[in-house]
T-cell receptor
């Protein structure tokens, strides 16, 4: 079975500071991993994904994540936070149900950016 | 990029009535669509997986007769909340998988806020 754990339901950083959002996964098959961002009252937008190949993945808005198999982690980082980065972030892993492929989401991390 | 729309974005209905929410993939064919429910400050809960031309697969604990899902074409899936009650008030989000993309990512609609009075 596949599962995702996001450490820290709330993360607060100052504008210009490093952003680090943690994600650990459990998967019985080679994982496909995703980070999504959700702004209030909106759907989810894909930030980046890891499938195969390079373990450091760059996404939109200056975010990147590194797949570390030995640590079963896929942490999301951004060197310098911007006020517009304040949102809810979800890590997800490819999973399976009776209908086929699906995504299993972590509990989410709310990022707050202080001026 | 892949775009998924949902309609309506907000709906208020009276208890006992039914509400239909549409989910459309605008620029790609979606063999599979997903319906999620999200409570305030919580993660997404998968309700059902909808494959085009076949019956939806519901997650455990989701009432099939209450949440009717139809996926009649490669670009449209609908969720009908039947005999709605106040506890059905929630944020409903659909997503779609592009069968031409092998990475299994899902493209999400903007969500529908349902309020049952």
């Amino acid at each position: 079975a596949q599962s995702v754990t996001q450490l820290g339901s709330h993360v607060s950083v100052s504008e210009g500071a490093l952003v680090l959002l943690r994600c650990n996964y459990s998967s019985s098959v080679p994982p496909y991993l995703f980070w999504y961002v959700q702004y209030p009252n909106q759907g989810l937008q894909l930030l980046l994904k890891y499938t195969t190949g390079a373990t450091l993945v760059k996404g939109i808005n200056g975010f990147e994540a590194e797949f570390k198999k030995s640590e079963t982690s896929f942490h999301l980082t951004k060197p310098s936070a911007h006020m517009s980065d304040a949102a809810e972030y979800f890590c997800a892993v490819r999973a399976y149900n009776n209908a086929g492929n699906m995504l299993t989401f972590g509990g989410g991390t709310r990022l707050m950016v202080k001026p | 990029g892949a775009v998924v729309s949902q309609h309506p974005s907000r709906v208020i209905c009276k208890s006992g009535t039914s509400v239909k929410i549409e989910c459309r993939s605008l620029d790609f064919q979606a063999t599979t669509m997903f319906w999620y429910r999200q409570f305030p400050k919580q993660s997404l809960m998968l309700m059902a997986t909808s494959n085009e031309g076949s019956k939806a697969t519901y997650e455990q604990g989701v009432e099939k007769d209450k949440f009717l899902i139809n996926h009649a074409s490669l670009t449209l899936s609908t969720l009908t909340v039947t005999s709605a009650h106040p506890e059905d008030s929630s944020f409903y989000i659909c997503s779609a998988h592009d069968r031409a993309v092998l990475s299994y990512e899902q493209y999400f609609g903007p969500g529908t806020r349902l309020t049952v009075t």
